[in-house]
């Protein structure tokens, strides 16, 4: 079993930054793909970024890149999302999420089914 806490959530001007962190539980995260997805009211949750386990390849939606990093500190168990000029549709409940240890999922990494533990999320809103 896997937990996952996110934190960094907040109220920001658009044009400003966040930077959210996932810190897992257990002695497995290296061998994890780990996600960030994001839902807002009324809509479907959304893929935001992912970086696989092994190469430690990374995967953004078009409507983060150039604004959106994911990264990842295996020793300390964390997965992170820096947000830059972040704007008004950016404000969602972020989650992160991981999936099974040592399974590759570079043609997969998108869809919310392909992962097995998923964080409580944390509120992002940027006011305009």
């Known amino acids: 079993q896997v937990q996952l806490v996110e934190s960094g959530g907040g109220l920001v001007q658009a044009g400003g930054s966040l930077r959210l962190s996932c810190a897992a539980s257990g002695r497995t995260f290296s061998s994890r793909t780990m996600a960030w997805f994001r839902q807002a009211p009324g809509k479907e949750r959304e893929f935001v970024a992912a970086?696989?386990?092994?190469?430690?390849?990374?995967y953004s939606a078009d409507s983060v890149k150039g604004r959106f990093t994911i990264s990842r500190d295996n020793a300390k168990n964390t997965v992170y999302l820096q947000m830059n000029n972040l704007k008004p549709e950016d404000t969602a409940v972020y989650s992160c999420a991981a999936g099974e240890a040592y399974r590759s999922y570079s043609g997969t990494y998108y869809h919310p089914s392909t992962y097995i533990y998923w964080g409580q999320g944390t509120q992002v809103t940027v006011s305009s």
């Open positions: 970086i696989m386990w092994s190469g430690g390849s990374t």
